[in-house]
């Protein structure tokens, strides 16, 4: 379902006036390790470490495939399944990514197909089902496993591993968290979230155990990106070190993620948002906004966000335009409010699905930030420009920002300053 939203025409005194600083780019630096060769490290991950290979022959192999985008999703996954059939087993895929993709078979399908994960590109049919069985329950709550996965003969549990977007504990986005949402598909996904975010930490682990206990599980194989959004982590796991491996694995994807270097950003524009980038369309451990309002200004001090638009792997999903400041008429109309709206209400969290203040063009979203801004001045604004919260390698800043920044550690530069580029509709592009 899509809105026609109209164009606005408010009158705010003196917007016309406000001037946008000249900005400047500049270079983030970071940890740089990467795996160069992600095929054959896997493979080596895959054949040192997954026990009793012969167990798999003949055997029908389940492998699970997020909603995350993550570079290699298509290699790493062909990698397993190719890996399997030399075993001799009969691996497929399926979509295991709760209620995304409009909590839907066919929107997950086409979430996959957007990754180059279908069954012409893996060799393997691609299995997307919203059934679900119920395997077990804990303290009264039902516990759910795709049924293509539950009746298979062993699961491979394959998940990037990030911070969470709502809530922090010994295991937040992996792979303990795809066994507990990610493959309980809608159903499960909506049950598990009725108990609320701030109980995820004390449910996730014992729901792990018992699907390691109740189901047939193969191995784990989990992926750390570092700050340049390159693969610098994948190791697989077995039943006796899974959660050990998972909570492992957190803790560096801690140290490797992508933030600003400093602390404090009046106006922040953000070019793109979507689930391919964090489950919150941006992260929050980037920006500070989350749909539980629980970061603030323990992660960064954020008066102002502008979202210009979506994702084309989106797929008009526009979660996370909920926690923005304003944003255009143009990407609005780009929302299917359906899929959206399924996805955040999922969570249990209604005004995460709240439409926020629009106007018709780029240059009028950041005046009208600029303006709006309290104890500040236009020509002292410090104001942020970025592609999406993955790329923040390159990014711009306001001269006032610059000048306060450009000794700290890991800051250099690159060009500038120069005015906010805009085009003659007032728009970035």
Not at 369 to 397: G, S, W
């Amino acid at each position: 379902m899509y809105i026609n939203f109209p164009e606005v025409h408010q009158s705010i005194q003196g917007m016309d006036a406000v001037p946008i600083p000249k900005m400047v780019k500049i270079h983030q630096a970071y940890d740089p390790q990467k795996i160069d060769d992600i095929k054959a490290h896997l493979l080596n991950e895959l054949n040192t470490k997954v026990q009793d290979k012969g167990r798999f022959k003949g055997k029908r192999i389940c492998i699970t495939a997020g909603s995350r985008g993550i570079p290699g999703l298509d290699v790493m996954l062909r990698t397993m399944c190719d890996t399997l059939k030399e075993w001799g087993a009969d691996p497929f895929i399926i979509p295991s990514m709760g209620s995304h993709g409009g909590g839907t078979a066919a929107g997950q399908l086409e979430m996959l197909e957007g990754y180059n994960v279908t069954e012409k590109s893996m060799g393997v049919p691609v299995i997307a089902s919203m059934d679900v069985v119920q395997y077990d329950e804990l303290d009264g709550i039902p516990l759910y496993c795709d049924k293509h996965a539950f009746e298979s003969d062993g699961i491979v549990i394959f998940n990037k591993v990030k911070p969470h977007t709502d809530f922090r504990a010994d295991h937040e986005s992996g792979l303990a968290k795809m066994i507990a949402i990610g493959i309980a598909k809608h159903k499960g996904a909506a049950m598990f979230h009725s108990f609320g975010f701030e109980r995820f930490g004390e449910l996730i682990p014992p729901v792990a155990e018992k699907f390691l206990e109740k189901c047939p599980f193969a191995f784990g194989v989990g992926v750390v990106q570092n700050a340049y959004d390159d693969i610098c982590n994948i190791e697989v796991c077995n039943k006796d070190n899974f959660m050990e491996t998972d909570a492992k694995l957190l803790k560096i994807s801690k140290e490797k993620i992508a933030k600003f270097l400093f602390d404090d950003i009046d106006v922040l524009v953000i070019d793109e948002i979507g689930k391919n980038i964090s489950g919150n369309g941006h992260d929050p451990n980037v920006t500070g906004r989350n749909i539980t309002h629980t970061f603030g200004k323990s992660t960064l001090n954020l008066r102002k966000l502008f979202v210009r638009g979506l994702t084309p792997e989106a797929h008009h999903n526009g979660c996370g335009l909920g926690s923005c400041d304003v944003t255009t008429r143009r990407c609005l109309n780009d929302v299917d409010w359906e899929v959206t709206w399924t996805n955040v209400l999922t969570t249990g969290i209604m005004d995460a699905c709240m439409i926020p203040l629009y106007v018709n063009t780029d240059k009028e979203a950041v005046k009208m930030c600029i303006r709006t801004l309290h104890n500040t001045t236009p020509d002292k604004a410090r104001v942020v420009h970025i592609k999406n919260t993955l790329c923040l390698e390159e990014i711009e800043v306001s001269e006032p920002l610059y000048e306060s920044i450009k000794d700290m550690p890991g800051i250099s530069f690159i060009s500038g300053p120069v005015p906010m580029q805009f085009n003659k509709d007032g728009m970035m592009d």
